[in-house]
Nanobody, 120 residues
C-alpha cells in the first residue's frame, strides 16, 4: 500500500499562483507513476499532470503552459496564472502498472485531496 498526503491548497484570485505538494510513503512508491488530478462538484475526475521516475510528463491541454509538475523529496504542482475554472479538489495519485496516462482509473492509490478555489 502507498499513503499519499497533499497540502498547499487554498483560495487565490485569478492570475495568482499556488504550489501543491504530495508526500508519499509505502512499499515501492518511488518506482510508481505519480500525478495530480482534480474534480469539481458535479463533474468527473480528470487528470491534470502526471510524471514517471525518469522525468517524463503528460499535461492536460487546459493547463499546459501554466502548471508544472516536479518531484524531489515531494511531488509538487506549481500552478501559475490560475483561472476560476481551475477551482476543484486536487488529488495526488500513484499507479504501478501500465503506461503513464491521465486516466484516473489507471491509478490505484489516492490522497484525500486539497481544495483549490480561484475567484474572479
Amino acid at each position: 500500500q502507498v499513503l499519499l498526503v497533499e497540502s498547499g491548497g487554498g483560495s487565490v484570485q485569478a492570475g495568482g499562483s499556488l504550489r501543491l505538494s504530495c508526500v508519499a510513503s509505502g512499499e515501492g512508491y518511488s518506482t510508481y507513476r505519480m500525478g495530480w488530478f482534480r474534480q469539481a462538484p458535479g463533474k468527473e475526475r480528470e487528470g491534470v499532470a502526471v510524471r514517471n521516475r525518469y522525468g517524463g510528463t503528460i499535461y492536460a491541454d487546459s493547463v499546459k503552459g501554466r502548471f508544472t509538475i516536479s518531484q524531489d523529496n515531494t511531488l509538487d504542482l506549481q500552478m501559475n496564472s490560475l483561472k476560476p475554472e481551475d477551482t476543484a479538489m486536487y488529488y495526488c495519485a500513484a499507479g504501478k502498472f501500465g503506461p503513464m496516462s491521465l486516466r484516473p482509473y489507471d491509478y490505484a492509490y489516492w490522497g484525500q485531496g486539497t481544495q483549490v478555489t480561484v475567484s474572479s
